[in-house]
Nanobody, 114 residues
Framework: QVQLVESGGGLVQPGGSLRLSCAAS????????MGWYRQGPENRRAWVTS???????TYVGAVKGRFTISRDNSKNTIYLQMNSLKPEDTSIYYC????????WGQGIQVTVSS
């Protein structure tokens, strides 16, 4: 069984930066793609970005060029560097990992406000 723990959220002014981390723990489980969703309208989660085991990233158009996802397989950890943050990036961000199931983190708040 895999558990995901997110860290790094908080309050930042528009134009600022934050770095989220998501660490996976659990033994004997193979972890595939990992990534991030965020809470959208009507409490639906919207996909933001993902990264393959080989490090290939993909992004939703709204964050392309501003967010960068990276992965350290030795630590089973992914990172989301968020630059040029906008108020519309305010949300709860959820880390996920593809294992035998789809595993979710508990969510972490990111607030972009002056």
């Amino acid at each position: 069984q895999v558990q995901l723990v997110e860290s790094g959220g908080g309050l930042v002014q528009p134009g600022g930066s934050l770095r989220l981390s998501c660490a996976a723990s659990g033994s004997g489980v193979s972890i595939g793609n990992m990534g991030w969703y965020r809470q959208g309208p009507e409490n639906r989660r919207a996909w933001v970005t993902s990264i393959s085991t080989s490090g290939k990233p993909t992004y939703v158009g709204a964050v392309k060029g501003r967010f960068t996802i990276s992965r350290d397989n030795s630590k089973n950890t992914i990172y989301l560097q968020m630059n040029s943050l906008k108020p519309e990036d305010t949300s709860i961000y959820y880390c996920y990992a593809v294992t035998t199931d789809l595993t979710w983190g508990q969510g972490i708040q990111v607030t972009v406000s002056s």
